[in-house]
């Protein structure tokens, strides 16, 4: 408990920290040092989020940084899957000094095929994301293998005591919406 309160402090410090520069660029207006990376959707996604987090690993299986070094701060990227006019966008979003973390993890991303793509974001909003909706016509009709490996996902996902697995956005063959990608852009 007391490793889980000392983490928890350290997040909010760093959680403040990065407020702060996201305040600062409202407060004059200035989006220079923002930085995203959006993938749009020909259709609307069965899945919308929105959130933020440490990352620890990129979709190939590296480390980005390590969430036990509480000496050093961590960088903060944010994320939402959502619906457009036009069908539906992923974003990641960061502040230029996180690129260093941010950045590999968006690259790594941005390297899968527009076939592996729609299924990588899934599993990054099951193991990462618990802000999240889900069509009810998509989860019912869904198969049951599934939808056992998308719970089963989550629930390791939100667990204190079974650590982060490196390998976690890695392609686990799972293949569950019909996305389309139509776009990929970098700001």
Excluded at 44 to 71: H, M, R, W
Excluded at 148 to 175: F, I, K, N
Aim: aromatic share 12%; glycine share 6%; net charge negative.
């Amino acid at each position: 408990m007391d490793a889980h309160a000392e983490g928890y402090s350290v997040s909010m410090r760093d959680m403040n920290a990065h407020k702060g520069q996201y305040d600062a660029m409202l407060a004059a207006n200035d989006y220079s040092e923002m930085r995203a990376y959006t993938v749009a959707f020909e259709n609307t996604p069965d899945i919308l989020c929105a959130g933020a987090l440490y990352p620890e690993c990129d979709f190939v299986g590296l480390k980005l940084q390590d969430l036990g070094n509480l000496s050093r701060k961590m960088e903060l990227m944010t994320f939402s899957l959502i619906a457009t006019d036009r069908g539906g966008a992923f974003v990641f979003g960061w502040h230029s000094s996180g690129d260093a973390v941010c950045r590999p993890l968006a690259e790594s991303l941005d390297k899968l095929s527009d076939e592996e793509l729609p299924h990588a974001i899934v599993r990054f909003v099951f193991e990462f994301c618990e802000n999240h909706y889900l069509k009810p016509d998509w989860w019912d009709n869904a198969d049951q293998k599934e939808k056992d490996a998308l719970t089963a996902r989550l629930q390791l996902s939100a667990s204190y005591w079974e650590p982060c697995s490196m390998s976690c956005l890695v392609d686990d063959g799972l293949r569950s919406v019909s996305w389309k990608a139509v776009k990929r852009e970098w700001r």
